[in-house]
């Protein structure tokens, strides 16, 4: 490619489409929850019809997330993120074609089969474009956009329902995407074949590399027998369906807890998602902070997990909030922030433990881990609601807890991380140096 001008600061441009595109993703799979009150009764559905809805597309989430992840690191990023995105874009679309359950069923899978790429795509972006010691704090800003598009949903969507009805809903939120493939397309190179990026920059971007070598195709099997893969897709199964739950279920809560209508929704939707939004950065930038600080990568990472698994626990005191609407806002908030920098960290030990060429199969795993768990959860939570007839508390009880379980689960599986990574066949183990500064 030909030489063009310098773009200063050129990694961060590609974090910010990174957290375009998640907030897109997020913007696509929200607007399903904030429209359950409307479709419920405009089509007739019940908890359990749902609880399917939801299982199609963490289906297909599930059957993806390896798949994509291996595209991913077999083809490259650039044309693989945004076919992806294309894909998931066309789907999002399509739910205004669905008249009953199963044919939201049908769209939910087609959505879940593209949306499955982000963050397998994202996470190796990061690895490719970030030294260690900003990894974390890249995963918390593009992370982040996954409650900006929370936040979006609510705000724009009522809005559009109301005005056109709610299949233009699905087809404006759905068409933001095909914006992002073009400045992706526009703008996305590999760090060393991108004709706007420095050669300062560049040397940022490859330090604490000068050891590793090309990346290597590595079978799924292979990946299987390493406990440290087994850490990260445990983390994913344990936690990730606490997130879904908040994603798709929440509206349905607050309209059923305190007859919120779907203008109502969108003020304390606003509110959990800005301190998710929050959480994400904060949960990033703390563990960076304790590098700077001379603390070793392990301790550093586990430290953010158990501050942010400890503030989870906020949730349980939920069944003490009563009629208190915004008392439950708060303590939901507070649990929805601590996930997302949770979740943080626990994408950003993948780019600690893997050489950079296996990061998007090792995420993909991961996230097929935390869309199994989905699976089982999703279809658990809707019979059960039907069942207890829209008893809340012991949900919210599991989801307090289960964060303690996965860190435990994870320390057990990598009890030093920096012991614990795994080097590619060639390469020579290094101790990870200190941080220097930016």
């Known amino acids: 490619m030909k030489s063009g001008r310098v773009i200063p600061h050129l990694r961060w441009y590609i974090c910010g489409l990174l957290f375009f595109a998640t907030t897109v993703n997020y913007i696509d799979r929200q607007v399903l929850g904030i429209l359950k009150p409307v479709l419920r009764t405009e089509l007739g559905w019940d908890e359990e019809q749902y609880g399917d809805i939801v299982f199609a597309f963490q289906l297909a989430y599930a059957i993806m997330m390896p798949l994509t992840g291996r595209l991913i ?156 893969t087994w ?98 806002v708060t303590l939901i908030s507070i649990a929805t922030a601590a996930h997302q920098g949770w979740s943080a960290n626990l994408y950003t030990i993948v780019s600690d433990l893997f050489p950079r060429g296996w990061v998007g199969s090792v995420t993909g795993l991961g996230g097929m881990g935390g869309a199994i768990g989905g699976m089982i959860f999703a279809p658990t939570v809707g019979r059960y609601l039907k069942w207890s007839d829209g008893a809340y508390g012991p949900i919210f009880v599991l989801c307090g807890t289960i964060y303690l379980v996965a860190l435990l689960v994870i320390h057990l599986i990598v009890p030093r991380l920096q012991d614990d990574k795994v080097i590619m066949p060639g390469s020579t183990p290094t101790p990870t140096p200190r941080p220097t500064g930016n």
């Open 73 to 228: 690191d077999w083809l490259g990023t650039r044309f693989s993120y945004a076919a992806a995105v294309v894909v998931w874009s066309f789907a999002a679309m399509a739910h205004a074609l669905a008249n009953s359950a199963g044919g939201f069923s049908i769209a939910r899978f087609a959505l879940g089969f593209g949306e499955a790429a982000n963050f397998p795509a994202a996470i190796k972006t990061v690895a490719d474009w970030f030294p260690p010691k900003e990894r974390a704090l890249a995963t918390g800003i593009f992370n982040s956009g996954s409650n900006v598009g929370a936040i979006i949903a609510p705000l724009v969507v009522p809005i559009i329902a109301a005005t056109w009805g709610w299949r233009m809903a699905f087809i404006l939120t759905g068409a933001v995407g095909f914006l992002w493939v073009v400045l992706w397309l526009w703008l996305y190179r590999e760090p060393r074949e991108h004709p706007n990026l420095g050669a300062a920059e560049l040397a940022i971007i490859e330090s604490e590399r000068e050891n590793e070598p090309p990346a290597v195709k590595v079978p799924y099997a292979q990946l299987l027998r390493k406990r440290q």
């Open 231 to 328: 850490a990260f897709l445990m983390g994913k199964f344990l936690t990730d369906p606490i997130w879904w739950f908040y994603l798709f279920w929440l509206p349905g809560y607050l309209y059923d807890k305190y007859g919120l209508n779907l203008t109502q929704l969108g003020p304390p939707l606003i509110v959990i998602y800005l301190a998710a939004d929050v959480g994400s950065i904060g949960g990033g930038w703390l563990s960076s902070y304790l590098l700077a600080r001379g603390l070793d990568l392990n301790r550093s990472r586990k430290l953010a997990m158990l501050v942010c698994a400890l503030s989870v626990t906020a949730i349980i005191f939920i069944l003490f909030a009563g009629s208190n609407m915004w008392l439950a």
